[in-house]
């Protein structure tokens, strides 16, 4: 994921706390001559990152952290963040668009819309 965005003109930074994976990323994107500056792999647990100061963000995690993930990230995201999820959705966010599907699909959920929806759910 981290390839194909940075294909698309992104910096990103890769999130992997096994250390295993984290070291092959660094190897191939060494290998595909990308900088650092424009990659980079970090051995880290996300959840005790603070994520707030990214405006795009990509998961591929598992259902069971999907819930707990979303009230992360709505705690920490600004307001024009765009997340999205590979394969397993967020179970109480609406998303603003979805792509693929089967073992392929994905959800964009924007944190401004999600945010406006929870709080109308709450005032209801
Ligand atoms: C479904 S796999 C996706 C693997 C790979 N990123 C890909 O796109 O094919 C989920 C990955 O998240 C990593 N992971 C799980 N919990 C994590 C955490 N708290 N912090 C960082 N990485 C984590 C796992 O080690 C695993 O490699």
Redesign the pocket.
């Known amino acids: 994921?981290v390839f194909a965005a940075t294909a698309k003109g992104f910096h990103c930074t890769?999130?992997?706390?096994?250390s295993i994976?984290t070291g092959y990323a660094r190897v191939k994107s060494n290998w595909k001559g990308i900088p650092s500056s424009t990659a980079s792999f970090v051995n880290?647990?996300?959840?005790?990152?603070d994520l707030s100061k990214y405006n795009n963000v990509t998961v591929?995690?598992?259902p069971g952290?999907m819930e707990v993930l979303g009230r992360k990230l709505e705690k920490e995201l600004p307001d024009e963040a765009r997340v999205i999820a590979?394969?397993f959705p967020f179970p109480d966010w609406t998303p603003t668009a979805t792509e693929g599907e089967g073992l392929d699909q994905t959800w964009a959920y924007d944190m401004n819309v999600i945010r406006k929806l929870s709080t109308q759910a709450a005032m209801k």
């Not at 880290?44 to 990152?49: G, I, Y």
Request: overall charge neutral.
């Open positions: 994921m890769g999130f992997e706390i096994n994976l880290q647990d996300f959840w005790k990152t591929f995690l598992a952290v590979c394969r």
